[in-house]
């Protein structure tokens, strides 16, 4: 997500565990959520309301590769380090769909976001994380001082504004964003995690998934969306 920001692929992205030292794109946390352990149903942890991260020490681990989400997973096995072991990870899944299908079938545990709890498997079990419920945090990004209106109209609608651009922009501009970022055109994205898919889907609002709002030839005044799930 970074680097699609960087080349103009997508001008807005929403991003799980943002950097905090980069000069060039802005961030703004849009929600925080706790960490759950994500178990086998049978097994004798599963039974507990919650779970200590240092009890999953002798099990094998079932995460998203590092590739994905690079910041997610540092930040998931510096859990595991503060507990004072090291994860084994035995298998990678590059969707939390599959990552949950894996611990259903016994591969191994898993640390993940709370937002997990939406995908129910029978045989998997989600149990918070204690003490102290470590927390994970989503945030809106997008490039510092980008002047193409929209990212500013859709900042205005989440409640953010970027640094250095109005709150309103007067009808008729068009923002100029260069490289492959078309005029007048916001692509946003999210990378919370997991692979993206192109086959068209409804436009409803979902925690993954991507939509591309375009301006209507001929200069009318409506708008199109276009959105693919995730």
């Given at each position: 997500?970074?680097a699609?920001?960087?080349?103009?692929?997508v001008?807005?992205?929403?991003l799980?565990?943002?950097?905090?030292?980069d000069?060039?794109l802005a961030f703004e946390?849009?929600?925080?959520e706790?960490?759950?352990?994500?178990?086998?149903?049978?097994q004798?942890?599963?039974?507990?309301?919650?779970?200590g991260v240092?009890?999953?020490?002798?099990?094998?681990?079932?995460?998203?590769p590092?590739?994905?989400?690079p910041?997610?997973?540092?930040?998931?096995?510096?859990?595991?380090?503060?507990?004072?072991?090291?994860p084994?990870?035995?298998?990678?899944?590059?969707e939390?769909?599959?990552?949950c299908?894996?611990?259903?079938?016994g591969?191994g545990?898993?640390l993940?976001?709370?937002?997990?709890?939406?995908i129910?498997l029978?045989?998997?079990?989600f149990r918070g994380i204690?003490?102290?419920?470590?927390?994970?945090?989503?945030?809106?990004?997008?490039?510092?001082?980008?002047?193409?209106?929209l990212?500013?109209?859709?900042?205005?609608?989440?409640?953010?504004?970027?640094?250095?651009?109005?709150?309103s922009?007067?009808?008729g501009?068009?923002?100029r964003?260069?490289?492959?970022?078309?005029?007048?055109?916001?692509?946003?994205v999210d990378?919370?995690?997991g692979r993206?898919l192109?086959?068209?889907?409804?436009?409803?609002?979902?925690?993954?998934?991507?939509a591309?709002?375009?301006?209507?030839?001929?200069?009318?005044?409506g708008w199109?969306?276009?959105?693919?799930?995730g």
């Open positions: 997500m970074v699609a920001l960087r080349d103009r692929t001008d807005v992205g929403l799980r565990e943002p950097p905090t030292d000069a060039e946390t849009v929600l925080t706790p960490f759950v352990a994500v178990l086998p149903s049978g004798p942890l599963a039974a507990r309301p919650t779970v240092g009890q999953l020490a002798d099990s094998p681990f079932v995460l998203l590092r590739a994905v989400g910041r997610l997973y540092d930040r998931i096995t510096g859990l595991c380090t503060t507990a004072g072991f090291t084994r990870v035995v298998q990678h899944a590059v939390w769909q599959t990552v299908a894996l611990v259903e079938a591969l545990v898993s993940a976001p709370e937002s997990i709890r939406r129910r029978e045989g998997v079990a204690g003490p102290g419920s470590p927390r994970t945090s989503v945030a809106v990004a997008w490039r510092a001082n980008d002047p193409n209106p990212v500013a109209r859709l900042l205005e609608t989440l409640g953010q504004r970027p640094s250095g651009a109005p709150w922009t007067p009808r501009s068009e923002g964003s260069a490289g492959r970022a078309r005029p007048g055109s916001c692509a946003v990378a919370a995690g993206p192109s086959r068209p889907g409804p436009a409803t609002a979902r925690t993954r998934g991507s591309t709002v375009r301006r209507p030839r001929g200069g009318g005044t199109r969306r276009r959105w693919t799930r």
